[in-house]
């Protein structure tokens, strides 16, 4: 896609960030922008700062790459100029070529599953990224973690790792918070904290006995699947609702539910697969076959 005005560039970004399920509010989140900023982004409204809008693209999967198409389109002139044609005609491409021409685009490996499955590659999905603290701007205390006057700050970061992580389950929402204090795992009581203060307005959702929060009221039959070494993320911390992702793009490329289930494994960066693990492969592709 060219991208030649402002509005051009806020109608694009408007579509990935629809077709990823999120709100405009879950984007400025992860991309640390304000709400507004990205309201007026998609409006079109006055040039964005590069500071706030690279951030943002990179959320999205997407990388801004500018090309010079002054030869091709001169070469167009050119041939449409040495075509008769009635005197006093002017084409429209005879009209003054700028200098050069911005496009965004997305790299192939980074487009959600669902929406261009890269069949027979495992290499698919958004980058997935733990919840970055920084930019809620507050300070953090170990000592003051489960008094009553520090929860508006673990408020702060309960909404701000479902937002960024969504859909999250429950418990490693109070293991992101457990972790920015420097504890090694989250106690049930830091576990009973996050889940109170938790914005109501989030869904939620159960699988397997496990609750899920997702960042926005509604639920999704599948979320775009996010790319990250097992070390960063287990298996068992992704959803099925995104796991199922994964498995739409084996599954379209023709392999069966038990295949895929592998495949899965593999690209999990598990070296062996024991038999809940199938289990829960298998359930993902089956909920992907039934997602359509």
């Known amino acids: 896609m060219d991208i030649r005005e402002p509005k051009d560039l806020g109608l694009f970004i408007r579509d990935r960030r629809t077709l990823l399920g999120w709100s405009q509010h879950h984007l400025a989140l992860r991309a640390g922008v304000g709400r507004q900023w990205v309201v007026d982004l998609e ?24 090309f010079d198409d002054t030869p091709a389109r001169l070469a167009v002139i050119r041939h449409l100029d040495s075509e008769p044609r009635p005197r006093g005609v002017r084409t429209a491409a005879a009209a003054a070529l700028p200098d050069a021409t911005s496009s965004l685009q997305a790299p192939p490996r980074l487009l959600p599953a669902q929406v261009e499955p890269q069949h ?59 972790r920015a204090h420097g504890l090694a795992r989250a106690t049930g009581k830091l576990l009973q904290i996050t889940r109170e203060v938790a914005d109501p307005s989030f869904a939620r959702s159960s699988e397997e006995g496990r609750s899920i929060v997702w960042p926005s009221p509604e639920l999704q039959e599948l979320v775009p699947f996010r790319n990250a070494p097992k070390e960063i993320r ?59």
């Open 43 to 66: 409006k079109g409204k006055a040039a964005a700062a590069l500071q706030l809008l690279i951030p943002t693209l990179r959320e999205l999967g997407l990388v801004l790459r500018i």
């Open 120 to 178: 027979g590659n495992l290499e698919v999905g958004l980058p997935y990224h733990p919840t970055n603290f920084a930019s809620l701007g507050v300070t953090l205390s170990k000592h003051s973690l489960y008094e009553r006057e520090y929860r508006r700050t673990i408020q702060l970061m309960v909404d701000h790792v479902i937002s960024s992580e969504g859909p999250i389950f429950e418990e490693l929402v109070a293991r992101r918070v457990a």
């Open 234 to 292: 287990d298996h068992l911390d992704v959803p099925l609702v995104e796991l199922a992702s994964l498995a739409s793009s084996l599954l379209a490329a023709g392999h069966t539910t038990s295949k895929a289930a592998e495949l899965m494994s593999r690209r999990m960066g598990l070296k062996r697969m024991a038999g809940t693990t199938r289990s829960r492969f298998e359930a993902a592709a089956e909920l992907a076959l039934r997602a359509g």
